[in-house]
């Protein structure tokens, strides 16, 4: 039971490590946001198993309540991730109109900044 | 167990340093965050390893506010970016 739980632990972390090592390395903001969702879900979801059996085996009961961080990260990560992509779009979007502005009239318009 | 443990710890706690790297060095506002996402995640992460460690379930009930705080301010900040303000 023990080796498992502490399997599942490390291979959970090992996913969130490579999640955000993918944060870091990749080039531009849409791929970077393909990385860290390998530690939301997986990764997650392996370390709260290794949770559940851990203390399962501590206490002699079937331990359950994890699941409810599993249910949470499961419907929450997409929401988050889609208003934030969708506001990424939303300002490229209004950065390239500022550009093309700028570019039509020069001195009128600034940048719109970061 | 306890060595897998540490080595567990020391992953998500290198996760969470990259994560801060990019929210220092992040371009533009949607990469921070998005790597402040991260850093919350990792952080729940982390504090469940340490439940493990010490054998109590305290550890848990933090874990859950932090996603849930970690969800309500990624959420909001999202929002922000897309229309200026939060609530309309």
């Known amino acids: 039971m023990s080796w498992a739980a502490g399997t599942l632990v490390l291979l959970g972390a090992l996913l969130a490590f490579l999640g955000s090592l993918g944060l870091l390395r990749l080039e531009t903001f849409f791929e970077r946001v393909h990385a860290p969702t390998m530690g939301t879900t997986l990764g997650t979801g392996l370390i709260l198993i290794g949770s559940m059996l851990h203390f399962s085996g501590i206490e002699a009961r079937p331990v359950l309540h994890e699941v409810l961080i599993g249910v949470f990260m499961t419907l929450t990560t997409p929401v988050t991730y889609m208003l934030l992509v969708r506001a990424a779009l939303h300002r490229d979007r209004a950065k390239e109109e500022a550009r093309s502005q700028a570019r039509a009239e020069p001195g009128a318009a600034q940048e719109s900044g970061r | ?88």
């Open chain 2, 1 to 88: 167990m306890n060595t897998a443990l540490l080595i567990a710890q020391a992953l998500l706690g290198m996760a969470m340093v990259f994560a801060v790297i990019r929210l220092l060095r992040g371009p533009r506002a949607q990469d921070r965050v998005l790597s402040l996402d991260t850093l919350y995640v990792n952080a729940m992460l982390l504090v469940l390893t340490f439940g493990m460690k010490s054998g109590t379930t305290l550890y848990f009930e933090a874990a859950l506010a932090i996603g849930m705080l970690g969800f309500v301010s990624s959420a909001a900040l999202a929002k922000f970016l897309l229309r200026g303000e939060v609530i309309e």
